[in-house]
């Protein structure tokens, strides 16, 4: 207990799956934690649930990823209220099926503008915000469609490639101007959550593995729980000397052939 003692961090996307349970663990591990979503509804009831557990250590921001305005109040409220920030972890993300073949300009606009322009927001100003506290850790969730690519989801493959680039870049930086903060990317590959779950199905685009061995579907989809430990490792002081780091959790996936 007290991985992230006193330290505070904002959860973007924290209404539901990764984010939620990011939030969950990082609260009971002695963080202050701000849960930003679209969805009003489902993210107060997260923070409601953590302020019942740990008294005061949680607050609900309605947000836009992609709004400039919007991070610039995420911050500012979240300094009024807890201090400063110390972790980021931007985890807020849309999916939708799409190759280059049929994927409109504007699907691929919309998706690029949460999960790469969104991306691009959060850590320059959390990277502000981190220099005033003298460090901190910035947590980009890319995916394994960002490494290796998927057909049947261009746009999705190409934002969080961009995700991975822009960490590579971000921790570059920290490092040549000797800041105290670290940025690194998460990769996973399938995980449960709402957002895979609710996934319109479309027979003719639907990725091989769907159609293959429930015990092969057993093996690439992790549970929120596995990807919110690697996030808890990373906002915590252990991994202090890992920077730039795209992380894979992905149970092999990447090595694997059939």
Known sequence: MGRVQDKVAIITGGA?????????????????????????????????????????????IKHDIASEPDWE???????????????????????????????????WQKIQRINSDGYFLGCKHGLLAMKKRGGGSI??????????????FAAYSASKGAVAALTRSVAAHCRMNLYKIRCNSIHPDGIVTPMVANLPRDP??????????????????????????????????????IQ???????????????
């Not at 730039?244 to 996936?253: H, K, L, P, Q, V």
Request: net charge negative; aromatic share 6%; hydrophobic share 45%.
């Open 204 to 241: 003719k685009q639907q990725p091989k593995v769907r159609e293959k061995d429930p015990k092969q579907l057993q093996a690439r989809f992790c549970m929120p729980a596995d990807i919110a430990n690697l996030v808890l490792f990373l906002a915590s002081d252990e991994s202090r000397f």
């Open 16 to 60: 539901s799956g990764v984010g939620a349970e990011d939030a969950r663990l990082l609260a009971r591990e002695g963080a202050k934690v701000v849960i930003t979503d679209l969805n009003q509804e489902l993210g107060e009831k997260v923070a409601a649930e953590i302020n019942a557990k740990h008294a005061d250590s949680a607050l609900f």
């Open 244 to 258: 730039g780091a795209e992380m894979r959790i992905d149970n092999g996936y990447l090595m694997w052939a059939d």
């Open 139 to 152: 947590v980009n969730m890319s995916s394994m469609a960002g490494i290796g690519g998927m057909s049947a």
């Open 73 to 107: 109040n995420v911050i500012a409220r979240t300094e009024e209220k807890f201090g400063g920030l110390d972790v980021l972890v931007n985890n807020a993300a849309i999916l939708a099926y799409g190759t280059i073949e049929d994927t409109s300009l504007e699907l």
